[in-house]
Structure formats: C-alpha cells, structure tokens
C-alpha cells in the first residue's frame, strides 16, 4: 500500500488556476473512479472537496474540480483565493475494501 | 449536525495498549461504513481501518494489521479503535471519519496517541 504521488508544492496568484496531480497504479487511482480530495489547513480536520473522481459535495465552490486520466488524477482550483491556501490530499478505493492516501500538496497562493 | 467525537488518546510507552472511541451524532451511525484514518506530526494522511455497517466486516492497512482492532457498537453509536504492541511509529493523531461513496465525508477533530517511554 504505497501512498499515491503527489508534488509536494504548487502555488499561483490570486485569480489564476493551480492544477495538483495524483499518480498511482492500475490497482487503486487507475482501477476504479472513487478518487476523492481533500483540504486541510493547519490544525484542523481534513474536509472533502472532490468525491467519485469529479463531483462535489454540497457548498464546496465550483471553482474545485477533479478529473482522471489512466492512472492519474488531478485536482484543479480556479480563480485562487486565499482561503484555498492549505495542504491538499488525494485519495483512492484500492480494492479489497482498502484505500490509500496520497502524499500531499502543499498549495500556496503568492 | 453530523458530530464525530473522538477520545482515548494520550501517552503510552511502547508495547503499550489504548483503546480509542469516536462517539457519533446526528445521522444514522447504523448505515454507514466508518474509518480511521491518522496524520503524525507533520506528516500526511495515512489510511488506518474500516468497518461495514453491522461490524461484520473489517480491513487494515498492513502497517497496523495483527495489531489494531476497528469495531463499533450501534446501540452506542459508538466506533472504537483496539490498538496494541504500539510502536513509535503509531504516534500521531487519530482521526475516524464516516464514509460516503468510499470517501470520508465526516471527519472528527481527532485524537492524539503518543507513544514513548
């Protein structure tokens, strides 16, 4: 169960579109479309802004979106705000009612 | 409002057991597939456990498998998280989380398991 590879950092300015990439194999990100994301920020509990590849749960902005291709995953944040400011996680079903993490991103808005 | 509680943490010394409960409220605690997930100091997120809805069924990530015990008691609305021969490397924050669609939607403010002598 390796964790999913994510780029440890990514930034933008506020306005502009920050994409986060989430790799894995065929038995978990490429094997099934139940890659979720989620937002942290520091000293608080993780809170889910991408569930079954690229839906969204209610009253998180639609500015948050996710899509896949093959093995990878990506997590897209438009029109960067401040508050999006945070460490960002992927996540995926890696079957056999497992799942694994991704690494983390660390987002920055300059 | 979905409330997810978390308690039982706190130091141990290595080889030591804890046993963590997560007090559930606000939704039918009986339906869902719950987990537990950790973060160490500074670190990422890492996939601990879960559990189907009667209990009947359990998983581990290899790290804790042998060792950590998921079960739940829905009369309590109450999730637990049995840990034993605990390791430095079990120090971190526990947090459960309830499930929707195989991710964790709900998610407690965690509870923080030391373990050093």
Known sequence: QSALTQPPSASGSPGQSVTISCTGTSSDVGGYNYVSWYQQHPGKAPKLMIYDVSKRPSGVPDRFSGSKSGNTASLTVSGLQAEDEADYYCSSYAGSNKFVFGSGTKVTVL | ?117
């Open chain 2, 1 to 117: 409002e979905v409330q997810l509680v978390e308690s039982g943490g706190g130091l141990v010394q290595p080889g030591g057991s804890l046993r963590l409960s997560c007090a559930a409220s606000g939704f039918t605690f009986s339906s869902y597939w719950m987990y537990w997930v950790r973060q160490a100091p500074g670190k990422g997120l890492v996939w601990v456990s879960r559990i189907n809805t009667d209990g009947t069924s359990t998983t581990y990530a290899d790290s804790v498998k042998g060792r950590f015990t998921i079960s739940r008691d829905n009369a309590k609305n109450t999730l637990y998280l049995q840990m034993n021969s605990l390791t430095a490397e079990d120090t971190a924050l526990y947090y459960c989380a309830r499930d929707f669609r195989y991710s964790a939607y709900h998610w407690g403010q965690g509870t923080l398991v030391t373990v050093s002598s």
